[in-house]
């Protein structure tokens, strides 16, 4: 039996982590450590959390992601796992994240800098021009009426020269279309 792990009180306060979703089973043998008001279950480890909710996302104050199993479960209440290095520091002041652009299936999502993955090309923001790059990102992605005013021969081409740029430039849209 695994030794009863307990992180302090303020340990998840502002904080961000990508968890990874796993089975269920995963905590079946688990002891429960911590519920929330809000329904969701916490088994801590010494090697990382498990979390069983049916909420991810901005969670108070903090931001935890969900990386879905490549076969999805059924079920809304979904089992992630993040190990403690997982755990990054997050505020609104600093210029914490970058955008990752996944172009085969035309998404973006937001890492934290201290991301072991992290390369140093893509530009560092804050939590709010983080946000707001990705709805400009995510709509150049879903809409088409924009590009009716340029003269192009392939809209995913565009598309990803526009998007490069917000991702790897501190070029606002209006000034990357303009140069288009």
Sequence with gaps: MEKNFKPGPKAFKNTFCVFQEVPLSKVENL?????????SSYYYTTLGMYRLSN?????A?????????????PSKFKVGFASWDNFYPDN??????????????????????????????AILRTSFDTTKKI??????????????YYDYEDLAVLRKIIIDQLVFTEL???????AM
Excluded: C, M
């Design 31 to 39: 002891k429960l450590q911590y519920e929330s008001k809000a329904g």
């Design 55 to 59: 909420h991810w996302g901005r969670l």
């Design 61 to 73: 104050n903090s931001k935890w992601r969900l990386i879905a199993l490549d076969e999805p479960s």
């Design 92 to 121: 609104a002041i600093e210029k914490l994240y970058y955008l990752e652009v996944d172009y085969t299936n035309n998404t973006v999502n937001y890492q934290h800098k201290n991301n072991p993955l992290y390369d140093n090309k």
């Design 135 to 148: 709805k400009q990102i995510r709509n150049l992605f879903e809409l088409t009426s924009w590009a009716k």
């Design 172 to 178: 606002t849209l209006e000034a990357i279309k303009a």
